[in-house]
Each structure stands twice: as C-alpha cells, then as structure tokens.
C-alpha cells in the first residue's frame, strides 16, 4: 500500500512552531474556548497527540502549546492539568490527558480523515495494539535504564510487533490504512531504534522486513516527519535525563 497522505502531507512546508513556554512565561488564557493541545517538542507521548491532530489537518483548529519541561511553569499543573505531564489537550471547557485515550479521543471528536478503519475485526486488532504499547515501551526502555544487554523480553516485543504487522497481510502498517496504531508504536520505535543502535549495536529491524518497511513508509508522512527530531539529539537527551546507557 502507498503512503498514505493526510491533509498536511500535501504541503511541504514546516510549521512554525511556537517557542516552549517556561516558569517565567504566562499562561495561555486557558478555557476561552480555544482548543489548545500541551506538548513537549521531545516526548514520544505527546508526539503521539502531535502527529495525530497533523494527518488529521487540525493545525488551524488546535492550538500547539509547548511546555519547556525542564523548566515548567507551575500554572501548567495548577490551571491546566494537574498530572502535570504532557500531552493534554484543552477542549470544550475540559482537559483530556494520557496520550494512548487522546489520541482516540482526537480522532472520535475533530474533522479529518478517520484512524480507526470500519472493519470490526480490525478496529478490535487496533484496540489490542493500543493496549499493548505501553507495555512495548516498557520491556525496549527497561534494559537500557537498567544498563543491561538486549534481553529475551526486548526481542520478543520486537518479534511481537513483527508478527502483528502481517495479521492482515496488507502491510506496511497495521492495519492496512494508517491508523492510531501505527502512531501508537511510531514514537517509540523512533527513540528505540536510535537507542540500541547506539548503545547496543543492535539493529531493531534486521531480520524483521515488516518492521524495517513500517519506519521506512511512516518517514514518508510528514504529519509524521515534521515532529521528529535530530536522532543524537535525542540520544543525548536520553541519557541525560533518563540516564539510559
Ligand atoms: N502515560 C502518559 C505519559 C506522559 C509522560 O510521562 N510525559 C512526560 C514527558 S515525555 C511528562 O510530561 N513528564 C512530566 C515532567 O517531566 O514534568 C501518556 O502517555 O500521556
């Protein structure tokens, strides 16, 4: 299957992104009716919410707010969404978090072109890849928190997520149109590859053809491509802040 082109893939042009707001900087004028969406420009949750409200053609209709998150201002949590974590979205008066429900809760309840298919059988397969993805992102991070070798877990994820990939047989995504589900894994595998090819020297997508053609067909969406970051700047970051070696 072809790339699949949402609304901003036919513009080539970056969009220009708001600077992060940091504890000196005032608050937006939060619930004056503006649909606003709370991201960081580095954390692969929030990235999630960002992608979808991009292939959804939302960029006039919900608002970008960055956080700086090593130096968040205290009305984030206090006016906004007391978790205090990134992404959270302002809409109707309400503040909706947790990346994995934002981004169906987008999908359910703004224009643009839908990222759960009609099919049943594969709308149950999307609820199932949703719901395991916080689990992947455990068992890849785990061992380069802990310092550990590329365990027995971390390949069998990966072989998971390679296996899941042909349930339909109508690749490269999952559930043969791009879906949430694509989104859910994309962020993550991003950091993971960047991470055990540096510090483990080992390739996520060798020996795992669906996996390799899933990366290589996402860098053509640029809902997707225009949220990435410099990859060494993300292993830098990684293991400053994560401590992840
Ligand atoms: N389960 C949450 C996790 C969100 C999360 O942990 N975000 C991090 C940034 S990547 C955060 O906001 N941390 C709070 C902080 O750094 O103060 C989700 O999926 O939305």
Known sequence: MAAAAGPSSSSSVKETLPPALGS????????????????CYFCPFAQR???TRN???????????AIDLQDKPAWYKEKVYPQGTVPSLEHDNEVWGESLDL???????????????EDSAK??????LIAYANAFTKALYSPLMAHA???????AALDK????????????????????ADIAYVTILERVQIYYSHLRNYDITKGRPNLEKFIEEMNKIEAYTQTKNDPLFLLDLAQNHLKIA
């Open 123 to 128: 709308r149950q397969f999307a609820d199932e």
């Open 55 to 65: 292939f959804k053609g939302l960029q006039d209709k919900m608002e970008l707010v």
């Open 149 to 155: 070798a590329v365990s027995d877990e971390v390949v």
């Open 103 to 117: 981004i169906k809760y987008i999908d359910s309840n703004f224009d643009g072109p839908a990222l759960l298919p």
């Open 161 to 180: 997520l390679e296996a899941e990939m042909t349930k339909f047989n109508d690749g490269p995504f999952f559930l043969g149109q791009f879906s949430l």
């Open 24 to 39: 000196t900087s005032q608050p937006p004028p939060v619930f004056d009716g503006t649909t606003r969406l709370y991201i």
């Open 49 to 51: 919410a960002w992608v």
